[in-house]
């Protein structure tokens, strides 16, 4: 769950990659209110060895794909579970949204907000 924008008003879930078929590189969001799961396929991944008593750091973007066209980019910052950073960019230009990790909203059915 992740929140974000001017106050704090934009929220979107997460799905994580899984190991199936696509090896890991589709990824899904979907904005607080909306019925529709949009498509996410990995560009790039970097790793990183911060300390050696802590997980290795992971850069990922993410493409966006609204209707078959790349809508944006999500750069994302984990590290072990956590996700430490996410920004997403408009393919058509504009300023860039800061997102942040949303534990508060994390249940056992999704993420909810008020």
Not at 36 to 62: K, M
């Amino acid at each position: 769950c992740l929140t974000g924008g001017d106050g704090d008003r934009i929220h979107l879930a997460w799905t994580l990659p899984g190991a199936g078929a696509d090896g890991g590189r589709v990824s899904y969001v979907r904005y607080a209110g909306k019925t529709r799961w949009l498509r996410l396929t990995l560009l790039s991944q970097e790793s990183s060895v911060l300390a050696e008593d802590r997980p290795w750091q992971f850069d990922t973007v993410w493409a966006e794909h609204v209707d078959g066209k790349v809508n944006g980019q999500y750069a994302v910052t984990t590290q072990g579970a956590r996700i430490y950073g996410v920004h997403y960019t408009p393919a058509r230009g504009g300023r860039a949204t800061a997102f942040h990790e949303d534990i508060s909203a994390m249940t056992g059915s999704g993420c909810h907000w008020d």
